[in-house]
């Protein structure tokens, strides 16, 4: 057998898509080439399911090398190439093309190294977010920035998204917490930013990588730094009878010197629907409902529960309660982390979306929100990481009903121009990927994502890493600095629909 020869395949018959193949398999594992339409469908959406791609291949490399031969041979032969973490993302970042291939970097889920001299981690980019804090807790550490998709996001996604979560008022989101990173760019470049320091000489390139969305290169290590688990920690559960009250309250509590290490928002629809999956003990009858979060000392932890309750008071709260135990305070925080999936029974679909404005104009936003509702006669239900102005408005419709997606896009777009009009920002920590690439000239003029992409040229001159996303198909920027999106057509021509 061992003389046994196979027959060479004659590559100038191969279709395009079967020549990438046999090429790709000459690179890393054949198992690891994906090329069958059973075998691509799970790569064909992200967590922005209203939208279906399938990509033309799927690689799935083991090392760093393999991700450099895999970007290099595809640079040279003008191919798209998309990266995907864990896939969670909700604003289409991972979402294929027909014509790419996508590298899935699943098989990158090691923790490398743990440092506690210097208080870090050294991590593969597939490695969950939550992992992190599971690794080092039994040595009193954990990681800050925790997403509501924690459980299952990548920490490389987070990186490329600068994802934040309800802790990150007090420690910040991803960039604040991130020391380097491993990443190989288009031309198989492999290269690293940062490292275990605070800091480090020349250009911060560490910083434009990260919640560059894949656009500028491909994740490969993540070095990020751990806390020491606080003294003490107490959530607070806090219910108004007006979402304007809950708004001015936040305002307050911040003007009062008071930095909680989370702070959250729910109105009543959402309130209702996560007390309902996973039995919180929130107030349902309430009209918004606050949770927030001190950690430190003993005494210091005690007097800032006592000035939240006097602001809270002066704001007409209804109820207040303070959580007695650990198991206590994490079960008001199970509510919140589990309310994306609870209101799977308010309505086939919904589409979550991601803006941040001042924290003084939550009422405003809140009160254009509901107005926006009733327009588009569609019900949203509304979360805040309210301590940093990150909103995320559920919008309800049916993803099979292409009036309702149309509208919901609509209704979406209006809430994201809103939050740009009031002096926020199109995004808080989903990115933009396909989802707000259109509404790009609603926060930058025509010379800023020129600038911009100047920035993407230099390190991917053929645009073939994650193109399509982020920047306007077609860019058409008004001298108002308003959109004209492919003539008033589908909002994402490029992207079929369910």
Request: overall charge negative; hydrophobic content about 40%.
């Amino acid at each position: 057998m061992s003389n046994l020869q196979m027959p060479k395949v004659d590559s100038s018959v191969l279709s395009k898509k079967d020549k990438i193949a046999l090429d790709l398999r000459g690179i890393i594992k054949s198992k690891n080439v994906l090329s069958n339409p059973d075998e691509l469908r799970p790569f064909e959406t992200d967590g922005l399911t209203a939208y279906r791609q399938m990509p033309l291949l799927v690689v799935m490399p083991e090392t760093v090398e393999e991700v450099s031969k895999i970007l290099k041979y595809c640079n040279e032969n003008k191919i798209k190439v998309v990266p995907r973490g864990a896939g969670t993302g909700l604003s289409g970042g991972s979402m294929p093309l027909e014509d790419c291939v996508l590298i899935a970097m699943g098989k990158f889920n090691k923790i490398l190294e743990i440092d506690y001299e210097n208080r870090c981690v050294v991590t593969q980019p597939c490695v969950t977010n939550l992992a992190i804090t599971h690794a080092v807790q039994d040595k009193g550490f954990y990681y800050a920035p925790d997403p509501s998709s924690q459980i299952a996001c990548s920490i490389g996604g987070n990186v490329a998204e600068n994802s934040g979560g309800v802790h990150s008022l007090k420690y910040g989101a991803t960039t604040n917490n991130l020391l380097g990173i491993e990443v190989v760019l288009m031309d198989g470049t492999i290269t690293k930013f940062g490292g275990k320091t605070m800091d480090a000489e020349g250009y911060d390139f560490l910083g434009l990588m990260t919640g560059s969305e894949g656009l500028l290169g491909v994740i490969t290590e993540v070095t990020v730094k751990i806390l020491k688990s606080p003294e003490v920690v107490k959530a607070a559960l806090i219910g108004f009878p007006s979402i304007e009250d809950a708004g001015n309250c936040v305002a307050q509590i911040i003007a009062e010197g008071c930095i909680p290490a989370g702070m959250e928002i729910m109105d009543k629809a959402l309130t209702k629907a996560t007390n309902d999956y996973s039995k919180a003990g929130y107030p349902t009858d309430a009209e918004a409902m606050m949770i927030v979060e001190f950690d430190g000392t003993e005494h210091e932890v005690e007097a800032y529960i006592q000035k939240v309750k006097q602001v809270a008071e002066k704001n007409n709260s209804s109820s207040l309660k303070i959580s007695k135990s650990n198991e206590e305070r994490l079960k008001f925080w199970a509510g919140r982390k589990a309310a994306f999936p609870a209101c799977g029974v308010l309505a086939p679909d919904y589409m979550c979306m991601d803006g941040s404005i001042p924290r003084g104009k939550l009422a405003e936003v809140l009160n254009e929100i509901s107005r926006l509702s009733k327009k588009y006669n569609l019900p949203v239900a509304n979360a805040f990481h309210a301590g940093d102005g990150n909103l995320h408005p559920l919008i309800m419709f049916d993803a099979n009903d292409k009036e309702s997606l149309r509208k919901c896009e609509e209704f979406g777009a209006d809430i994201l121009k809103y939050c740009v009009k009031v002096g926020g920002a199109l995004t808080g920590e989903h990115g933009v990927g396909i989802e707000k690439r259109e509404l790009m000239c609603e926060a930058f003029n025509d010379k800023d994502i020129q600038q911009q992409l100047t920035i993407k040229v230099a390190l991917d001159p053929n645009s073939l890493l994650n193109p399509g996303k982020v920047y306007p198909i077609l860019r058409k920027c008004a001298e108002e600095g308003r959109v004209h999106v492919h003539g008033g057509k589908t909002k994402f021509p490029d992207i079929p629909r369910f």
